[in-house]
Structures are given as C-alpha cells and as structure tokens.
C-alpha cells in the first residue's frame, strides 16, 4: 500500500518521513534495497567522487546499481570543481537517477581538506556557482546535504542553504552537527528548525534519530519534512517500520541476516560479499550473548554455508 504524499522534491513525489543516510561502505544496494522495503522513503547510493563516475562504468557500477522499485534514487557525488561536477550530474542523469545529490556534508579529512565533502561549505561562492550551474543543466532535480559548518567559529550553514535555494536546489539535507564534532555530541535540532523556516524548499533533519519515536519528535521539534536515519539503522532496518530492536524478535533477526546475506553474495559472489557481510552481523548480533571464542568462529567463517549453521546454532539457543 502506497502512502500519501510527504513531500515533493522538484516534480517528485515522496511517500513517507524517514529515509536510510548515505553511507559510505553501509548504504550499499543489499543494506538499502532492505531498508527500502522496510519502509525507507527514497534511496540514496554511496557517495561517488565527481571523477570516478565519468570513468569506465564497471569501476564503480556496485556503487550506483539500483533496482527499479528503489525509486525515487538519488545519486550523490562529491567533487569541488564546477565543470567536472556538472559532467559527473549530466552522467548520472544518464543513468537515469531521479535525483542528483551533492555532498557537502561528509567529514573525512581525506575529502573535507582538498575542499569537498562539508570542506565544500567553507567555499560560498563555489556553491553557488556548482549549484547554479548544475541546476540550469540537469533535467532532473538537484538537492545538497550539508552540515552545520566547519567548526564552532564557522557555522555558516544558514547561507549554505540560501544558496542552495536561490541557485535551483529542490532539497536541503541538514546533519547538525559541525565537520569538527563528526558523530560526536548532541546533534543540534534547533539549527534543522531554523533552516527549515528560512527555506520554501523541503528540509531534511539528520543526527540522534536512535529510535522510532525519535522520527516523530524530530518532525514535531523542527518541523521538517523528513528524517535521515544513519547509524541507527545498521542492525535495526526495522525502524524504517517503526520497530526498536527490542520489538523484534530472533526469528526475525535471522530471517533479515539469512535475507542480507543472499543479497550480499548475488550482488558481490560468495567470499567478499560474506567478507562485506560480517560488519552488518555484528550488529544484528548486538543484543545477543554470544561467548567470545563462538562470536569470533562465527564472523571468520570463509563459506556461506558455515555462517548459516553457527547462525542456526544461535536461533536454537534464542528460540
């Protein structure tokens, strides 16, 4: 069942308020495609660096594969120079994403230092001109995700956000915390609120949705249009529907990590996508007791069959 229209972002209808944050290494098609179904509003790929996508296809096509009921898809890149930005948009308008994102909220000192990622918003002008540029280009909508500035000293995400606006952007994505603060400390909500009087574009909030309940007090604090839910959501897809870790139950664990895991192994063969798996079952297995020596056993098997068994071995002992 389709639910009522949230929000629009340019022409695009979307259908409901919490959506899965881009995640470098999580944010994958097996881990989104999941939380999609789960109740995710809108898909959002990896993050991509401008000049990767203009090379051969095959170098980053696990990055940008989707599947048609993904949709809306957002392709999200990073760079700092215009003309390659708006070669790498005009590519994944060719791939025929519904949406073109640009990070500039990513922290990593490998990307933030050379001036993209949130290193991007310490450049003004450059936004405006990226955004103005791309937007007079593209057909498709054009969004930001940024963050509330670079330091303390340089919280300058009110103008950020005008600029996106005034320069074609259709959509602000508002992590409140600074680049120097990272995941650390108490995200800030009232900065979400404020961006989201200023703007007549739709506003999404990001930072310190940990469970259900935090959606909707968000929504109500900020009055944005939509949350973004990052690392609340590794070993819990189910807040996408609503659910705290603690309303599910190990037969639906296992049923979600057997799932995972099938879409890993389809989607990258049986010995990275197990290698690539292991981080998710960790925190599925969170909650869980596991003995030391059996948890270690278990995330070094090398075939897919063997996890299956030691993950069989844990459901008898939770049943």
Known sequence: MIQATT????????HGDAILSPMDGFSDWPFRSLCRELGSAMSYTEFVKAEEILKPPKLIADKLRYEDDERPVVIQIYGDDPEVMLAAALRAQELEADIVDINMGCP????????????????????ARIFKLL??????PLTGKIRLGWDDDCRNYPLIARIVEENGGALIALHGRTKEQGYRGKA??????????AVS?????????????DIGRMREYTNCDAVMI???AIGNPWIFSRLDREEVNFEQVREMMLKHLERNLAFYGNEIGLVLFRKHAVRYLTPYRLEREFRKELLTRQQPEEFVVLLDQIYNKND
């Open 108 to 127: 990593s000192k490998t990307i933030a230092n050379r001036g993209a990622g949130v290193g991007l918003m310490r450049t003004p002008l450059k936004v």
């Open 7 to 14: 929000f629009h972002v340019g022409p695009i209808p979307i």
């Open 188 to 197: 800030n909500w009232e900065a979400i609120a404020e961006v989201k009087d």
């Open 135 to 140: 937007s007079a280009s593209l057909e498709i």
């Open 230 to 232: 990052g690392r609340a």
């Open 201 to 213: 574009i739709p506003v999404i909030g990001n930072g310190d949705i940990k469970t259900a309940d």
